[in-house]
């Protein structure tokens, strides 16, 4: 039997994060509005209008400052400096005041695991002679004898004047930040409180304070884990979650910031470790997706129909062979060691993941974003998915963007006609191309259809908003969930306030038939398909068609 209590504990967060829904944009692909081919900063304000009609609480918008773009923006060469091609410090400033008009956050993305090649701290370290910046990246002390093999093939030798090799955090031309070793083993691993990395921080700190006070209102911390090293981690795991200690101390520094300074500002890690960002390390919430049951929630079809072949299936697919215990599993043991802690966000999309349309329908598109709405903690939305926009294959890799990320981060599609009318400039001056098909959805048709999917994401997400039991901090609880087995049903619960939530991907009709501890004399269907359920005695029975969901609140 699942027993549903209604109790539940909030947060230490800013209170408007609890029943909060939040938007990404990417700033590249999201509005061109001088005709160069390529998003920028007055494009997003041109178009912030219509990111509140969506109901949404806010955004997080992609790197803008300064780089040479081999990693799409995540390779900072100017910390201070808004990147030429989106606009100036100035069109930031507006940015920020235009979204406070409207009551909308910002949050600003936050990379400081490392730098751009270009960045002048690293061409000062690189050089042969001890400066200032020496430290501040980390580097062995010759040329020529490799460091342990537990960091293979995450240093470069060969740069610079400098008698060493210098340790990269991604990509070969993004050199990691200096934030000690947790257990160092050679000369040149630094202890995490020396005084070279204590002063790199500082200044990592007055960034923070740079765009806080400019007017952001929080930040999303990209690869949150990866910072201070640790000489037993194998492989590329160094280039995510390290789990130290030292890493919790550093991020904590900056809560205290921001608990001082910044009280209603937000504070996400791309952790992907619930336990390590929330448990001391000082986040409001983290965004977990890197781990193999996400997959097996939503990603194995886009890499078996990018490659060719099948590396499993995925529970939201219509073919009906996935698991929801393989996501479950690991998803409730992070939730368990978390609630009440902060809040576990669960993406259905970004800018490094595949779109929720590859190949779904959009009956498929609305329930995989419904299941976003009703789990715990914070949605976000991945701009276009609103709209159901495709991933595009075979598009060109562009700044570091190999599949699927290419695919993903193509161009909004605001209108039918010219570029989808992204921008003005010709077809093949576009950051990315658009969607060619004929069909591309776009927001002017469906802005124009009551049943569209973006309407209807709108009414998701005021349900969201106006339903206790949907709260980001409400009990959660799954109350069917077999291996191997549709539909997947959960409560969520405030109080006496107490939804249920039935979703079946499969596109066939499946039954279940579960005990529950409360007595529900009757349903009211808050969104979705009307679907059979019943009550005896507190045991249930549900017939879901194929390709459904539905929310019910129950009365008792």
């Not at 992609?62 to 989106?86: C, I, L, M, T």
């Not at 936050?110 to 002679?129: D, G």
């Not at 204590?198 to 765009?211: D, G, N, P, S, V």
Request: proline share 6%; glycine share 8%; hydrophobic share 35%.
């Amino acid at each position: 039997m699942a027993v549903i209590t209604g109790k539940y504990d909030i947060p230490d967060c800013p209170h408007w994060l609890h029943k909060a829904v939040l938007y990404q944009i990417y700033p590249q692909t999201f509005y061109d509005s001088n005709g160069d081919g390529i998003g920028d900063l007055p494009g997003i304000i041109e178009k912030m209008d219509y990111v509140k009609s969506l109901g949404v609480d806010g955004f997080w918008i992609n790197p803008f400052f300064e780089s040479p773009f081999n990693d799409a923006g995540y390779d900072v060469s100017d910390y201070y400096k808004v990147a030429p091609r989106y606009g100036t410090n100035d069109d930031a400033r507006r940015m920020f005041d235009e979204a406070e008009k409207r009551g909308l956050k910002i949050l600003f993305d936050y990379v400081i695991s490392y730098t751009s090649i270009e960045h002048p701290w690293f061409r000062e370290s690189a050089k042969q002679e001890m400066n200032k910046y020496s430290n501040w990246y980390i580097w062995t002390d010759n040329t020529w004898i490799n460091p342990p093999d537990v960091y293979k093939d995450a240093f470069i030798k060969g740069y610079g004047r400098r008698n060493g090799q210098f340790m990269r955090n991604f990509y070969w031309s993004q050199p990691a930040l200096n934030y000690g070793f947790a257990k160092p083993e050679k000369d040149w691993m630094l202890p995490i409180d020396h005084p070279d990395i204590l002063a790199l921080q500082e200044e990592l700190k007055k960034i923070l304070r740079f765009w806080m006070d400019m007017g952001a209102d929080g930040f999303r911390a990209d690869m949150a884990g990866a910072l201070v090293k640790n000489a037993n981690i194998t492989g590329n795991d160094q280039f995510f979650s390290t789990r130290d200690e030292g890493t919790k101390i550093f991020w904590n520094k900056i809560r205290k910031i921001f608990d001082n300074e910044y009280p209603d500002a937000f504070m996400v890690a791309e952790w992907s470790h619930p336990e390590s960002a929330l448990n001391g390390g000082g986040f409001h919430a983290d965004f977990f997706h890197w781990f193999a049951g996400y997959n097996d929630l939503l990603q194995k079809e886009s890499w078996r129909i990018m490659n060719g072949y099948s590396e499993g299936h995925s529970f939201f697919d219509r073919e009906g062979k996935g698991n929801i215990t393989n996501f479950l599993k690991t998803y409730m043991d992070q939730y368990n060691k978390t609630k009440g802690k902060g809040y576990i966000l669960l993406p259905i999309g970004n800018h490094d993941l595949s779109r929720l349309n590859i190949k779904r329908t959009r009956k498929e598109l609305e329930m995989i974003i419904a299941f976003s709405i009703a789990m715990p903690g914070i949605p976000f939305i991945y701009y276009g998915n609103e709209i159901g926009m495709r991933q595009l294959y075979g598009n060109p890799f562009v700044e570091g963007a190999y599949k699927p990320r290419a695919g993903a981060r193509t161009p909004m599609q605001w209108a039918p006609g010219r570029n989808l009318g992204f921008s003005s400039a010709p077809p093949e001056q576009l950051y990315l191309p658009v969607d060619a098909a004929a069909d591309a959805p776009n927001v002017e048709e469906q802005e124009k259809d009551p049943n569209s999917l973006l309407n209807s994401v709108r009414k998701l997400i005021e349900l969201k908003k106006s339903e206790p039991a949907l709260a980001a901090y409400a009990e959660f609880v799954p109350v069917y969930a077999r291996e191997n087995t549709y539909p997947f049903i959960f409560a969520r619960a405030a109080g006496k306030e107490t939804i249920l939530a039935i979703f079946n991907p499969a596109d066939r009709t499946e039954t279940a038939e579960f005990a529950l501890n409360i007595d529900a004399a009757s349903f009211e269907l808050l969104t979705g398909k009307k679907i059979e359920i019943s009550n005896n005695n507190r045991i249930y029975s549900v017939k879901a068609p194929g390709i459904s969901y539905a929310i019910y609140k129950l009365q008792y």
